[in-house]
Nanobody, 121 residues
Framework: QVQVVESGGGLVQPGGSLRLSCAAS????????MGWYRQAPGKQRELVAT???????NYADSVKGRFIISRDNDKNTTYLQMNSLKPEDAAVYFC???????????????WGQGTQVTVSS
């Protein structure tokens, strides 16, 4: 029905940059919020950044000033530009899309399968 697919993860040295992409597809009427969470081994999944269709953004304190989330509403896509990466940023990054369907009330959250980000020298 709805697919959410992330891409762009990989290995980067401390201080480096990566850009993650996430595209939602399917029988989508509209998407409210899209965002990124991450989960490191042995830790709970945590919020990284979210962006609404109206352009509002929210960031975890740990990434403010280093990460930038953006949206292309026409393409149902969100991007996460990650700069000045630190070893503690290493995690599996998951994208979500809060989808509205025609004729149905409310929004429904769909998750991607995650993309690995490794920060190591």
């Amino acid at each position: 029905q709805v697919q959410v697919v992330e891409s762009g993860g990989g290995l980067v040295q401390p201080g480096g940059s990566l850009r993650l992409s996430c595209a939602a597809s399917g029988s989508i009427f509209s998407i409210n919020a899209m965002g990124w969470y991450r989960q490191a081994p042995g830790k709970q999944r945590e919020l990284v950044a979210t962006a609404t269709s109206g352009g509002s953004t929210n960031y975890a304190d740990s990434v403010k000033g280093r990460f930038i989330i953006s949206r292309d509403n026409d393409k149902n896509t969100t991007y996460l530009q990650m700069n000045s990466l630190k070893p503690e940023d290493a995690a599996v990054y998951f994208c979500h899309a809060d989808v509205a369907f025609s004729g149905r009330y409310g929004t429904y959250r769909y998750w991607g399968q995650g993309t690995q980000v490794t920060v190591s020298s």
